[in-house]
């Protein structure tokens, strides 16, 4: 313990006689471990059942068309029959729809473009949204309305529950307001705004189908669900004389659905190379620095090692500064990438009429750990060899100054 407190000392020492250097290192670490957390997010997000889609690895989206064996689009279930064709599916524990349109909408005497997202209540049951205030709205009340955050914050400066919104003539009260979270968790919820489908107007899409999403039991294997899923779409179009060719990406899970939405192993193979570029291009540069103030430092490192330190205690006195620094440019990442984050949310998202990628953008502990083993990681390549490539030398050679 007393010799690390000694290589703490010296490094920070160190770091504070060349504040150039430090300054630029600390820097371009932040930026650096930025885009890193922001990686790593962005795959556990695609990757996990994160809130409010906990239930995505068993739920079920259903599109709002499928086509026949010649290719011809044939509709997806009519509204009507949605009801009938769930409950006879073996395994489901519940479902809801959901029809999204980009519509006006008159909020706090301000005319702003929204997606609204029809739904029935128990789109809050099969889904659990993180409501920062009020609750669902209830469909046999009076027309209520649920709001994202973001919405919230653009259209009511103050508190929004119980102020009124105006979608197609008809007028909601503001009942809840829920936490934003990222398009990535479920690209295909896009709503900023949910309110009942029995408002529904279809305008201005005119596409008067439901995307279905259906939820089965826990213990159920994806596979059952979707062979039961193909089986029951076959029997409602043969019903109807159609004769339609149902597969498998017709049927896929929410988690499935989305991992292909972001292009699959292309996604991996991406993350995998962003990741090793984030952490070569910094190193490669910050090994240049490093390697020349190593070599100013030979002399004296030489010196130490000829009163009697060991190559070991020459090595851990020069690859403590790096990381010590790597640890300054890890923390400042993990404070400034929130309100980073946030800023560029604004800019990119100024009307609020859609979740976007960084909505709800929150700190992962994982993703945090991931990180720090990172910084240690570009600490020992950035500042590892050039310590390696010092220590080796013949001290000799370094006291009368000349090469070997």
């Not at 059952?224 to 899970?253: C, F, P, S, W």
């Not at 993350?271 to 490093?290: F, G, R, Y």
Request: overall charge neutral.
């Amino acid at each position: 313990m007393k010799m690390i407190l000694i290589y703490i000392r010296n490094a920070a020492r160190s770091a504070w006689d060349d504040k150039l250097y430090s300054t630029f290192y600390i820097l371009g670490m932040a930026v650096a471990f930025m885009l890193i957390i922001l990686l790593f997010t962005a795959v556990r997000l695609v990757r996990s059942d994160a809130q409010p889609f906990v239930n995505a690895e068993n739920m079920i989206r259903l599109e709002t068309w499928f086509t026949d064996k010649n290719g011809n689009e044939i509709g997806g279930i009519e509204t009507q029959d949605i009801e009938r064709f769930v409950s006879a599916l073996p395994g489901t524990t519940g479902y809801s729809i959901s029809n999204t349109e980009e519509i006006l909408v008159f909020a706090n005497g301000k005319v702003r473009v929204a997606n609204v997202g029809f739904v029935r209540d128990s789109h809050f049951e099969i889904n659990e949204f993180d409501f920062i205030s009020g609750r669902p709205f209830t469909e046999n009340a009076v027309p209520q309305a649920v709001i994202a955050k973001s919405f919230a914050d653009r259209s009511f400066p103050g508190n929004p529950l119980g102020e009124k919104i105006t979608i197609q003539k008809q007028e909601y009260t503001i009942v809840g307001v829920v936490r934003d979270f990222s398009s990535l968790q479920n690209p295909f919820e896009k709503a900023v705004i949910w309110v009942s489908d029995k408002y529904n107007q279809f305008l201005p899409s005119y596409e008067e189908c439901y995307s279905i999403n259906i939820l089965f039991d826990q213990n159920m294997l994806p596979h059952d669900m979707q062979e039961n899923l193909i089986h029951a779409l076959t029997q409602y179009y043969r019903i109807k004389g159609i004769d339609a060719n149902i597969k498998k990406d017709n049927v896929l899970t929410l988690q499935e659905a989305k991992y292909k939405y972001v292009g699959g192993s292309t996604f991996n193979y991406g993350a995998v190379a962003i990741l090793l570029l984030l952490i070569l291009i910094p190193a490669l540069n910050i090994m240049t620095l490093s390697s020349a103030k190593v070599y100013a430092m030979a002399t004296e490192i030489a010196i130490k090692r000829a009163l009697g330190a060991t190559k070991q205690q020459a090595f851990g006195q020069i690859i403590s500064e790096n990381i010590l620094l790597s640890l300054v440019g890890f923390i400042f990442a993990v404070i400034l990438v929130k309100p980073v984050m946030a800023l560029i949310d604004g800019m990119l998202s100024t009307s609020g009429n859609t979740i976007s990628v960084l909505s709800g953008f929150s700190l992962d502990i994982t993703v945090l750990a991931l990180t720090l083993v990172m910084a240690l990681l570009f600490a020992l390549i950035s500042g590892g060899i050039p310590a390696y490539h010092t220590v080796v030398r013949n001290i000799a050679v370094e006291l009368k100054g000349r090469d070997l």
